[in-house]
């Protein structure tokens, strides 16, 4: 029996109070909440989601726009378009897509970024204060962002009543944007956390030891039936395109749906990651009200 642990219900419900939010935002300050996003079209994935971000916060009352990046962007024009974007306090939210073009020094960035717009948590600020958090309850109290698609994992993993505590966790994927802070938030909620990556020795025998995998490292069919044990708990994190077009993640979804609960490519994590993204930029602009 297939057991979907899917995300388009969850999401929806996270983004239906946001509309009127944000028309709320509107009435009180006389403006829309506003979103920048910094794109590079070097990285046609990265462009291709941040334009649909942008798309899906417009139409719920965002002014939301794209600053283009490329191979010519040096870092001196690129921190000074930053500083006047935090200098501006009609600006609430700020994305960078990432990767960035190679030329831009990601570290200087991260540490510059303001954390009160950081929506995806990833400036130095943010991020420092989640890896300062030992429990669950610290986390939920920070007054900076932590990263959507980690947050997204644990909201999903709540939505379907999956608990955590004492549970031998597999994250493939060790990216600052994902794996790092998702095992971070993992183990703040009392899992027991492998952290894999590409260069992991015997991942098969550790997935086989795991209750959770998640997997968030690009590769097609990474994980097959042979990887895991049955009733294992999967939630596919990456987003991959295949030969045929056709979008999948890192799992053999049509050879592991009838033997583990798994969360499906393209409707599990990846809308309640914008859900959660939208929430974020009303969150960022109410702050200012109150």
């Known amino acids: 029996m297939t057991v979907l642990l899917e995300g388009k219900t969850l999401a929806a419900q996270i983004k239906e109070p946001l509309k009127e939010r944000a028309y709320n935002i509107y009435k009180k300050i006389g403006r829309k909440a506003s979103l920048i996003g910094f794109g590079w079209k070097g990285d046609e994935a990265g462009f291709y989601y941040l334009t649909k971000e942008v798309e899906a916060a417009r139409k ?52 510059s970024i303001n954390p009160a717009q950081d929506i995806d948590g990833m400036g130095l600020v943010s991020m420092g204060r989640l890896f300062m958090c030992k429990t669950w309850k610290e ?23 999956i608990d955590l505590q004492g549970k031998k966790v597999t994250v493939i994927g060790r990216s600052n944007t994902v794996g790092s ?68 993640g890192d799992m053999d979804y049509d050879n592991l749906h009838d033997f583990c609960p798994i969360s499906p490519v393209p409707g599990g994590v990846g809308p309640v990651t914008l859900a959660c993204l939208l929430e974020n930029i009303i969150i960022s602009a109410e702050r200012k009200i109150k």
């Open 60 to 111: 719920i009352g965002i002014d939301a726009d794209i600053v283009l990046l490329d191979e010519a962007t040096k870092e001196k024009q690129f921190f000074t378009l930053l500083d006047a974007i935090f200098s501006r306090s009609t600006i609430d939210a700020l994305l960078i897509a990432r990767p960035l073009p190679p030329q831009l020094n990601k570290l200087d960035i991260a540490a």
């Open 139 to 161: 986390i939920e109290n920070l007054q900076t962002f932590i990263p959507c698609c980690p947050k997204a994992v644990m909201r999903l993993l709540d939505y379907h009543k």
């Open 181 to 248: 802070p998702l095992a971070k938030m993992l183990t703040a909620k009392n899992a027991t956390v492998t952290l894999c990556h590409t260069k992991t020795k015997d991942l098969k025998e550790i997935t086989l030891n795991s209750d959770i995998v998640i997997s968030a490292a690009g590769k097609i069919k990474l994980i097959t039936k042979e990887f895991v044990k049955k009733c294992t708990i999967l939630i596919d994190v990456a987003t991959v395109v295949n030969d045929q077009g056709k979008c999948v």
